[in-house]
């Protein structure tokens, strides 16, 4: 399956984020990859992080875009979808 491919390619890049993230208290959690869009759930300071909007689209989405080319979005959901 295409999809499993591309969310395994997107965990990677995750992976390789969350040193950084983690060195600043915070955390992410992917949640689901559908229509384009990667679905993280921020944690930790992240979640109140005033540059949480930043890191998620100028850090994170840009990274995978540019990566992933079936990435076009990346969007924080604050509960479980």
Do not use: H, Q, W
Request: net charge negative; proline share 2%; glycine share 8%.
């Amino acid at each position: 399956m295409e999809d499993t491919k591309v969310v395994n390619d997107i965990k990677k890049i995750l992976n390789k984020i969350r040193p950084y993230l983690n060195s600043e208290g915070g955390d992410l959690e992917f949640i689901k990859f559908e229509d384009g869009i990667v679905y993280v759930k921020m944690l930790g300071a992240c979640v109140d992080c005033g540059a949480l909007d930043s890191t998620l689209k100028d850090g994170i989405e840009a990274l995978l875009v540019e990566n992933i080319p079936e990435v076009i979005e990346v969007r924080n959901v604050s509960e479980e979808i």
